[in-house]
């Protein structure tokens, strides 16, 4: 599939562009998902963590996934980035049906076409901010020199240009979720799914974070993220509500 954009070049939206946003997205189909249930068995109790979920999502929407605790955010979660795989229904990610896919598949799909963000980072922390970024390079087997270029370039691109060669304990919390989110990027997934990333950082850091997801949609990037902070949702263009594994509500808004 063609990408639409890239790292550097920031996409300019055009008013043709933000009119088919206004009138409802029209771009391409990232996941789909139709009946979707998902089962944890314990021992003599079965947990319906999700009881049938229909979901939509497109190129270049910005969503958020809420609902109280215990009600299968991250079950669903962990289902569109490949990280499980559903009890039953059908997934299928950029047309390619997930539902059923080995592990090693699953693997794959996770590596090249998922960017994970996470309330903690999980960075490595003897590592420095190159090297975090490049390790998902490495997985994908690009040679050192591309892979320095490519994680320096994302580096950039979250405003660490002065950052490089810093560990985690260099830096602050809002530097430390840059760095995570430009190792989500660096292998131009076909969506960023973040859950909770502002959730270990103050206020006007989770600000900042939410004005660098903002740039990134804006640049064509297709965003997921968790959150049970409304005025965190209310920068996405979309929220999706969860309550006891089903679908509560899917509102969306117009772009201004
Ligand atoms: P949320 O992220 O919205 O808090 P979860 O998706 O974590 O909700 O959990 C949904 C339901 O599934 C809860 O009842 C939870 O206890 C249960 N659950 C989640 N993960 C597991 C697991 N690995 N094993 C058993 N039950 C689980
Ligand atoms: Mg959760």
Redesign the pocket.
């Known amino acids: 599939m063609a990408r639409k954009w890239s790292l550097s070049a920031r996409r300019t939206p055009t008013k043709a562009g933000l009119e088919a946003r206004a009138y409802g997205p029209e771009g391409d189909v990232v996941i789909r998902i139709e009946g979707i249930t998902k089962q944890?068995v314990?021992g003599h109790a079965t947990?319906n963590?999700l009881r049938g979920i229909d979901l939509l999502i497109r190129t270049n929407e910005y969503l958020a996934i809420m609902?109280p605790?215990?009600?299968?955010?991250?079950?669903l979660m962990n289902l569109l980035g490949c990280l499980d795989t559903p009890t039953s229904g059908r997934y299928e990610f950029n047309g390619r049906d997930v539902a059923g896919m080995e592990d090693a598949e699953l693997a794959e799909i996770r590596n090249r076409e998922v960017g994970f963000v996470f309330q903690t980072f999980n960075l490595l922390p003897r590592s420095t901010s190159l090297q975090n970024v490049e390790l998902p390079l490495i997985y994908a087997g690009v040679p050192p020199e591309e892979r320095r270029e490519r994680a320096a370039e994302a580096l950039i691109s979250v405003g660490l240009m002065d950052r490089l060669h810093h560990k985690p304990n260099e830096l602050s919390g809002g530097q430390r979720q840059r760095v995570a989110i430009a190792r989500a990027l660096v292998n131009r997934p076909s969506i960023l799914l973040a859950d909770e990333p502002t959730g270990n950082l103050d206020s006007r850091t989770g600000e900042e974070i939410m004005a660098l997801f903002e740039n990134l949609y804006e640049m064509g990037h297709t965003i997921l993220l968790v959150t049970h902070e409304e005025e965190i949702a209310r920068h996405a263009r979309r929220i999706v509500r969860?309550r006891d594994g089903k679908l509560e509500s899917d509102t969306r808004w117009n772009d201004d």
């Open positions: 944890y314990m947990v963590a609902g605790s215990g009600s299968g955010k991250s079950t969860l």
